[in-house]
């Protein structure tokens, strides 16, 4: 008599993390935090626009070599791009599966009226589209150069970026972006310090303060690149 055999698994500990909400909402933190610290080196990067043109294109090289001899040219910018790619992707697969499981956790709405969220925490989903667009037409623009205004030059990063922001549109395209980035980062750094554990009763209220410095600044670094190509102080 033959034994019947077991065709059922049990699933592995990273896919039981990943259909839990907790772990939607872990990997949401984390890859949260990688952008950031992306966000912030790369902002640092563009401020680098203000000492002229040679030095900015010079950074811009300095992207596609650093690494060698060790990596070979442009592995370890193509590295970055795909940590980022797999940080974007689980970012926002998880942000829209959590947010379809809380709409089909509540299928009527609520009869008393709860009391409303701040303006970052509402405007977080649409928020999340409008940079997931951006992403799309700023690396068509400044990567690729599909969608760039005028004579598109790779290596000259610097008379890209003016090209870019010597037009209405590329201004208030980035703009917009980074006022929603701003917003998304007020609110999504509080949330992933409450999901990785590090809020408490008595951290709160530095954690939303360092949301908000951290928010401030970044808006503020992104945008002045823009507004200095649009006032002459960049040319």
Do not use: C
């Amino acid at each position: 008599m033959a034994l019947a055999t077991r065709t059922d698994r049990r699933p592995s500990t990273i896919r039981t993390l990943w259909d839990s909400s907790v772990g939607k909402k872990t990997v949401m933190a984390v890859t949260g935090l990688i952008m950031l610290l992306y966000l912030v080196v790369h902002m640092l990067g563009n401020l680098k626009i203000f000492f002229g043109a040679g030095e900015f294109n010079g950074y811009a090289a300095w992207l596609r070599t650093m690494g060698e001899p060790f990596l070979h040219h442009e592995w370890a910018l193509w590295i970055v791009r795909v940590v980022l790619l797999a940080a974007v992707v689980l970012h926002a697969v998880s942000a829209a599966q959590l947010s379809r499981r809380d709409i089909r956790a509540r299928p009527v709405k609520y009869v008393h009226k709860r009391p409303r969220a701040g303006y970052a925490t509402r405007t977080m989903r649409w928020g999340g589209i409008i940079l997931g667009l951006f992403i799309v037409w700023h690396i068509l623009d400044l990567t690729t150069g599909t969608v760039h205004a005028g004579d598109f030059q790779h290596g000259q990063a610097y008379q890209n970026v003016v090209g870019t922001f010597s037009t209405w549109y590329g201004n208030t395209i980035y703009i917009v972006a980074m006022v929603a980035l701003g917003l998304h980062i007020q609110h999504g750094f509080w949330s992933a310090a409450q999901t990785l554990g590090a809020g408490s009763g008595s951290r709160d209220r530095l954690l939303k303060a360092t949301a908000n410095v951290l928010a401030l600044l970044l808006t503020l670094g992104f945008i002045a690149v823009p507004v200095a190509v649009m006032t002459g102080l960049v040319s």
